[in-house]
Structure formats: structure tokens, C-alpha cells
């Protein structure tokens, strides 16, 4: 049976319970039918926890985000043995910004001749009708902006705040009733799940950025990288910003002055490592915890080993299962990192993946975690929970032979290698 429109007079539970049609639904609302044949709708991806640069779903097990050259030639020249720790690089497409007859904004990438046969467009997402919804919520009541209006109506509406300074808050509680359960095509509830908004407001600022800066009509370039979390039901994710300097060697004056604050008055300085974003699942409430980047710049080296415990907690208990494989990957990162001769990985983030409502399986008896033997990503060895370890953000590494190097270094990363210890520590020290 058709579901009807979003109308201006729905209540707010009315909106949620719209929010998850399935997308062939949605599509006729914000992108042609013609037009969606043409390319691929990219949608928000709702498990960034950091960073600037809006990162893209392409579809089930593919990202995208801006294409930096020098992050481009990092992953065109990736040392084999870091390949385990990286997102797996699947080349770059073309992406335009495409308006609607309604002025609904979206994103449609044209993939490069060299992809297309590659892959697949998805049938389906929350994602998409959550971000063609707020649009068409704002546009028929007048609010400022999609994400402002969500913002306040569904995330913030029992806070006395603005919509602005809800979504920069340091910690957000999201509930599985955003979006609300709805039904099948035959007539079941879907599972009720929550989502971080960062990604979201990442998303609104990219296309506030392209419209203003760009014409209509301007074709950019995209990478194409592996979903990282595309096995997890719920995945949980730490986004830690690495090393004990954030500018890159072609940074202005300006720019590495307020980098260098930053560091000073973080953990950066002291730890070789700080928060960057992260979100939780607590099975006692079935949401998402979420911290953002402004609540890990505040951080003491105490109030970190505390993000860090409450990481590992489900709401429940302390997931202790956690604690060997993490630090089991996060040793074998330390070897490979010591052995990258001239490489500086500045701005770099290291995310650390796992599931939040994982069966636990019985290790073999007498088996220590950091016994196990190693498996590829997405996989995990008998008795022991996925944990997943991979660098990300390479747009200012720099390395011998890099294109437009202003510095050759010798030796492996310092900065890196000191964050990466005292992590390893601070795990220890939870563990025991």
C-alpha cells in the first residue's frame, strides 16, 4: 500500500515513523527517476564519528570522501605491509552536485570507466530518506537548515539550547526511537536503531561549501575506499587522532600556530594520541553513546583513560573480551609503523572497531587473546569478539619520494610510535 507524504502538520513521531521508507519511495521525491539512473545517490554515512571532510556511503561496503592528491598517491604507493591497517583503495569517481525541482540539494556520483563495472548501485538505505525527509521537512516549514531542524525537533527538543549548540554538545544520547520502528513490506517492524549525527552535520557543511563556492554544474573527485564497518551490526567506533604534531609540512604559519595550540592544550602533547570522536552501543538502552572531537580536545590524561574504559563498556559491563585483541593488532600496528622508514603520518587517525551486541563465544580453554591466532579483517579467530584496527586520513603524510615533499625525514614516525605505546599502556592498565 503507497505511504503518504510528509505533511507540515505531522508530529514529530509522525516525521520519525516516515524517516525509514524504502528508498524507491524517496527517490522519486528528491531525484528524478531519469537522473537516478545515471549515476549513484551518495548518502550520508551515519557511523563517522570525526574528522571534517564529509565521508559518503557509495554503497553497502564502499565509502567516498574528497579526493586529496597526496592521499591518493599514499594509497596508489602503500607499502604491502601496512595494506592490513588501511582501508582497502578502490579508485576514485567523479561527483556532482545535482538540485531537484523541489531545491532539494544531493550528491550523484558518475563512476570513472575504470569502476564501473565494479559496482553495484544500492536498492536501499536509511540513510538516503533520512537525508531527502529533512530536506523536504525544512523546505515545507522554513527552518534554517535541514540539520538545524532535525537538530531541534528530534534530538535536542527537551534541551533549552539552539539547534547549534546541540549539535556540537559533547556527548549525545541517541535513542533507538530515532528513527521509529516501521513496518515491512509485509506488514513487520523493523528493528529500531540510532544514528550519529556527525556525519550529518559534515554532510550539511559539505554541500553548504560546494554551493557556495562552486558552479552548479562543477564535476568532482571522489575516492573510493572500503566500508570499514560494513560487518557490524552495531559497530562501535573510536576515531584517535595520532602523533604529537597535526600540520602537515605545507601548512601556513597561521595554520600550524593554531594546530600546535591544539596539541599543546590536548593529550596530543602528552600522550602522542587524543579523541577525535567515538560512538558506543549501550544494550541496556539500545543506543549509541556518541562523544565528538571538542569533548576529546578537553581531556586530561585521566579523563582519556576514562573515555577510553567507558569505550569498552556496553552499558553494562566492562567488554574485558576487548582487551587482548585490541592490543594484540594495536602491537602488531607498533612493529609495522617502527619498520616505515621516513614516513610521517601527521593528521593521521587510527580507528578501533568493534561490535556492540556480539554473541561471546567460549575461548579455547588455556588460550591467552594475544595467542589467537591472526585473522583478516572482518573476521575473528574461535571464542574471540572482531576488533578491527585501521589508520585513516593520509592527506598530509609525507614519505620519501612523495609528490611535493618539503622535508625528507629519517626513521619511523615518533609522534606515532609514543601515541601507539601509551595506548597500548593505558589498555594494559585497564586490563589489569
Request: with cysteine; glycine share 6%; charged share 20%.
Amino acid at each position: 500500500m503507497p505511504r503518504r507524504r510528509l505533511r507540515t502538520s505531522d508530529s514529530p513521531a509522525s516525521v520519525l515513523e516516515l524517516l525509514l521508507l524504502p528508498r524507491a519511495m524517496v527517490v522519486q521525491d528528491g531525484v528524478e527517476a531519469g537522473d537516478a539512473r545515471m549515476g549513484v545517490l551518495l548518502e550520508p554515512f551515519l557511523h563517522q564519528v570525526g574528522g571534517h571532510l564529509s565521508v559518503m556511503k557509495y554503497d553497502e561496503d564502499t565509502v567516498c570522501k574528497p579526493l586529496v592528491s597526496q592521499e591518493q598517491r599514499f594509497y596508489e604507493s602503500l607499502p604491502l605491509a601496512m595494506k592490513q591497517f588501511t582501508p582497502r583503495y578502490k579508485g576514485t569517481i567523479t561527483v556532482h552536485l545535482q538540485k531537484d525541482s523541489l531545491g532539494h540539494l544531493s550528491l550523484v556520483a558518475n563512476p570513472l570507466k575504470e569502476n564501473r563495472e565494479s559496482f553495484k548501485v544500492s536498492s536501499g538505505s536509511a540513510a538516503a530518506a533520512i537525508w531527502q525527509k529533512l530536506q523536504q521537512t525544512t523546505s515545507s516549514s522554513g527552518g534554517a537548515g535541514p540539520l538545524s531542524q532535525w537538530q531541534h525537533t528530534q534530538l535536542t527538543h527537551s534541551l533549552e539550547e539552539s539547534p547549534a549548540t546541540g549539535l556540537l554538545r559533547s556527548e549525545f544520547h541517541l535513542s533507538a526511537h530515532v528513527p521509529s520502528l516501521v513496518e515491512d513490506a509485509n506488514g513487520n517492524q523493523a528493528e529500531r536503531r540510532s544514528f550519529n549525527p556527525w556525519g550529518l552535520h559534515c554532510h550539511q557543511a559539505h554541500l553548504t561549501r560546494l554551493c557556495t563556492e562552486y558552479p552548479e554544474n562543477r564535476r568532482h573527485r571522489f575516492l573510493l575506499l572500503e566500508n570499514v564497518v560494513s560487518q557490524y551490526k552495531h559497530p562501535c567506533v573510536l576515531d584517535l587522532k595520532m602523533g604529537t604534531r597535526q600540520h602537515g609540512d605545507d601548512a601556513s604559519e597561521e595554520k600550524k600556530a593554531r594546530h600546535m595550540t591544539k596539541c599543546a592544550q590536548s593529550t596530543s602533547a602528552c600522550l602522542g594520541v587524543r579523541i577525535c570522536g567515538m560512538q558506543v552501543y549501550q544494550i541496556d538502552k539500545k543506543h549509541f553513546l556518541c562523544k565528538d572531537k571538542y569533548y576529546g580536545r578537553k581531556l586530561s590524561v585521566e579523563g582519556f583513560r576514562q573515555a577510553l574504559y567507558q569505550f569498552l563498556h556496553d552499558g553494562t559491563r566492562l567488554r574485558t573480551e576487548l582487551l587482548g585483541p585490541i592490543q594484540c593488532q594495536l602491537q602488531a600496528l607498533l612493529l609495522v609503523i617502527r619498520s616505515q622508514s621516513s614516513y610521517r603520518f601527521y593528521s593521521s587517525s587510527l580507528l578501533i572497531i568493534y561490535d556492540g551486541q556480539e554473541p561471546l563465544q567460549r575461548a579455547p580453554r588455556g588460550l591467552h587473546p594475544q595467542e589467537a591466532p591472526q585473522t583478516a579483517h572482518g573476521s575473528s579467530p574461535l571464542g574471540f569478539p572482531k576488533v578491527d584496527i585501521r589508520m585513516i586520513d593520509f592527506a598530509h603524510t609525507t614519505y620519501k619520494g612523495s609528490w611535493n615533499e618539503h622535508t625528507t625525514y629519517d626513521g619511523p614516525d615518533p609522534g606515532y610510535i609514543f601515541g601507539l605505546e601509551n595506548l597500548i599502556q593505558i589498555l594494559q592498565d585497564i586490563q589489569e
